[in-house]
């Protein structure tokens, strides 16, 4: 397990710098520096860190995660790693183990419901509300250029996409983690980031 101060969502990719003694333990393990042999699988468990710190343990951590897996590592001449995953599935943390060599934890795979057609206009919605969102960003800051984005032609990857591209906070991207289903989850999205333009439209107008 990797905890972390942020969330990971399904489908993005996260960039690490690893740089404490357990963690580069558990980079050895998954590229197979230390025995030669890498994992078949090289995948590891992430999670956000409620309360605390990255480094030194002692943190309170949250019990929904992301699946990781290795795309690329790169050990450096100093013992650090820099690296590359991919969010894969969502999993429950049942049980922390203990934290040596490295944080251990008994996990629950979950499983996705299908992609409902009932949820193609909530993706449309939540797609459209989060270009309204960059928009309005960018006519705040003087006419800068629109952040766009393409989504993914797979449904239920697009709608992970957006939750990752949406300019929000760490709990605020565990709720949508957590959500029961794509309805829920889109649904939420859209109420997020109707708040963010109202607060942006609101800047703009001089309030």
Known sequence: M???GTVLMPGSVLPLHVFEPRYRALMDDLTGAELGTPLIDPEFGVVLIERGSEVGGGDVRA???TVARLLDAEHLADGRWVAAAV???RI???DWLPEE???MALVEDLDEAPWSRSDDERLGAAAAGLRRAFSLAAELEGG????KFELDGDPAAAAWQLCA???LGAHDRYRLLRASDVAARLEALVEMTDDISAALALRLGGG
Request: charged share 5%.
């Open 101 to 103: 060599p490295y944080p």
């Open 63 to 65: 019990s929904w995660g």
């Open 2 to 4: 990797f905890p972390l």
């Open 92 to 94: 429950i943390v049942h």
């Open 144 to 147: 800068a250029p629109s952040r």
């Open 87 to 89: 969010g894969t599935s």
């Open 165 to 167: 591209l949406a300019p």
